[in-house]
């Protein structure tokens, strides 16, 4: 993975969030109540699967 691979995966990542709050910003809100009210356990399991899928998707589409 290059660098401008990296930074071209982060302004998906932003494009797509900019989209999100765009588009329903009442949505938006909810989700971010909901995730300040989670446990530390509930966003650390959060955290664990989403660096999970993501590592094992960008290994799929590098090497599949």
Same mark, same amino acid.
């Given at each position: 993975?290059?660098?401008?691979?990296? @930074? &071209?995966? !982060? #302004?998906?990542? @932003?494009? /797509? $969030?900019?989209?999100?709050? *765009?588009? *329903?910003?009442?949505?938006?809100?909810? *989700? /971010?109540? #909901?995730?300040? $009210?989670?446990? $530390? &356990?509930? @966003?650390?399991?959060?955290?664990?699967?989403?660096?999970?899928?993501? !590592? #094992? /998707?960008?290994?799929?589409?590098?090497?599949?």
């Amino acid at each position: 993975m290059t660098l401008t691979g990296l @930074l &071209q995966g !982060v #302004a998906v990542v @932003l494009a /797509l $969030e900019g989209i999100a709050y *765009a588009l *329903a910003p009442a949505a938006m809100r909810r *989700a /971010l109540l #909901a995730i300040a $009210e989670a446990s $530390e &356990q509930r @966003l650390r399991l959060g955290g664990l699967v989403a660096a999970v899928l993501g !590592v #094992a /998707l960008a290994w799929a589409l590098k090497n599949g």
